[in-house]
Every structure is written in C-alpha cells, then in structure tokens.
C-alpha cells in the first residue's frame, strides 16, 4: 500500500474566498539563520538552507486522502503543525493521518487556528514538569509573545497563580489573557521587588538563572525555552538535579496528536485563544520574517495564503 495511502493533501489556498493560513515563527527564523549556528550540523543546511520552503503551522481544507485513511475526508477543515518539515509557506502541503492534525475548532476563523499550536505546544512541553494546580506561583518572562501568551493561559487554564511580564503597550492584554498580576519590565524589575514564585519561566530566552534564582522559593524551578549563552542552560539542568534546592529545567519539544487535539478541546471549550499581532499575505513573507526578527512581535504572524 505504501506510505501514501495513510497521508492526506491539504489545500492551504482556496479559490472561493475561504481563508487558508500558515504563520512566520521563531523556528522558521532560525532555520533559516540559522540559529543557533551549530542547527546547521543537525539538518539547517551547512551553507544554505536545507528546508527550502519554511512554515509549520497551518490551517486549510483536506482536497485528498490515501486509500486507508479514515479520520478526515475531502472537505475537512483541519489545523496542525508540520514541525521540523516544514513546507507550509506553500499551496499544498502532504501529511500522514497520524500527524499532529485535527479538525478545526468550531467557530474559529483560518488565521485564528493556523496560530495557535507551536505556541501552546512548546508552552506545554516546558511547564509539564512544573506541576501547575491551585497555589502554586508561576511568573513567565516574555508573556505577550506566541510561547509567552500560551504560557499564560494554560497556567491559569492549571488554576496556577499568574505573574505576567512584558513591555507597556501589552500590559492590557496579558491581563486579558488570565495574568492575576502584570509586571511591564520597563518600569519595574521583577528580580528586585522582593517577590518570590514557584516556577519562573523564560517565554524568549532573554533572562538567566542566575538573575532569577533569588525569586524562586526553595524547591523552586526555572524553566527556560533556549539552550542559553554558550548553551549553558543543558549543563545547569544537570547540575541542579543534584545541588541546591532550586532547579533549572529545558523544554524538550515533541509535537503530537494529542497536544493538537487536547488544545482543540480548550479552544472549544472557551479556556484558549489565538493572539494574532499582523497578518501578511503569502507575497510579503519577507517582510513578515523581518518582522518577527526584530523579536517586538505580540502573539503571532499570520501569513494569509490565497490563489488566483
């Protein structure tokens, strides 16, 4: 039978005004760097990119499916993510079955579903291990970006209490996301308010263990999203496992079916939602990419992917 008969094709355009959609993400930018420079021995490409067309998450409409396929049929409106394959800056994408694919949430717009799973998804793959429920404290660092709003509102969807940190002008949405308290890091420094929490997690990669050890409580966990300066963040992880009373943990991403279709649930369910900054089309994917590499983005960029 071969491979084929258990794999889909979706349509990610359509030519009677439906809306299919991908997004330009932080992995996208770094495979294409990449970064960090060391990707290139593990699949980035040594001189060039080695995935020629980017994109991962999306958003469209099943227009065929192998012979033993029995989940989705031609019509089907799906959202997933094709991670470390990529290939979704593109009209047509193919997928196994087995994939982390679902049906698209009802009432959610293309744009809205092609932007939701590789935040929520890493999100989910870091706090795991923190063991979020009713009174545990978690401060996320980088909130009002794609991990960082995920991460808000699984830990309120955990029943944790929330410390959101970001910049002025998303100090409002944060708090509209779930935060129980907001602190906008232009004018305050988390680490010296005197404040302790149970977890802290690094949404962007941009603060260090060391800065925030003094903010955790004892049997605390920092939790950190990138390898860290001169990939330390491994090695902490491994030493704190045996010294101290505080420990550093690393996200260790895998992308499932069941991720996908428990976010589905939470979106259905009225306890997640997309966050979109800017939606490009398909034409102006450079100018979406230099936008998300400025790192400013809120939430997502949606690249909105139409045919003549």
Request: aromatic share 10%; charged share 25%.
């Amino acid at each position: 039978m071969g491979w084929l008969s258990r794999c889909i094709l979706l349509h990610i355009s359509f030519p009677w005004g439906i809306i299919h959609a991908t997004t330009v993400n932080r992995s996208d930018c770094g495979f294409r760097g990449p970064h960090p420079w060391f990707a290139r021995f593990f699949g980035a490409g040594l001189l060039r990119p080695k995935r020629r067309i980017l994109g991962s998450e999306l958003a469209g409409e099943v227009e065929a499916v192998g012979a033993t396929v029995s989940e989705f049929a031609v019509g089907d409106h799906v959202f997933g993510i094709n991670a470390w394959n990529f290939g979704a800056h593109a009209e047509f994408i193919c997928m196994r079955e087995s994939a982390p694919l679902a049906h698209k949430p009802a009432g959610m717009t293309f744009e809205e579903a092609a932007a939701v799973c590789d935040g929520v998804i890493l999100a989910l793959m870091c706090l795991r291990p923190a063991d979020l429920r009713k009174g545990r404290r978690i401060l996320i660092y980088g909130a009002s970006g794609s991990i960082g709003t995920a991460g808000v509102q699984l830990a309120r969807y955990f029943d944790a209490h929330v410390t959101a940190v970001c910049n002025t002008k998303n100090v409002e949405l944060v708090r509209s996301l779930g935060a129980d308290e907001v602190v906008d890091y232009l004018q305050d420094d988390f680490t010296k308010n005197g404040k302790s929490y149970d977890v802290i997690f690094d949404a962007v990669g941009k603060h260090s263990f060391r800065r925030c050890r003094r903010s955790l409580n004892p049997g605390g966990i920092y939790i950190e999203t990138d390898l860290g300066f001169l990939w330390h963040v491994p090695i902490l992880a491994l030493l704190t496992r045996r010294i101290g009373d505080k420990r550093v943990a690393l996200g260790i991403t895998k992308y499932t079916k069941e991720d996908v279709l428990f976010l589905k649930e939470l979106i259905e369910a009225g306890k997640y939602r997309a966050v979109v900054d800017r939606s490009y089309p398909l034409e102006q994917v450079v100018e979406a990419t230099r936008y998300v590499e400025t790192g400013q983005k809120t939430g997502n960029v949606v690249l909105a992917v139409s045919a003549e």
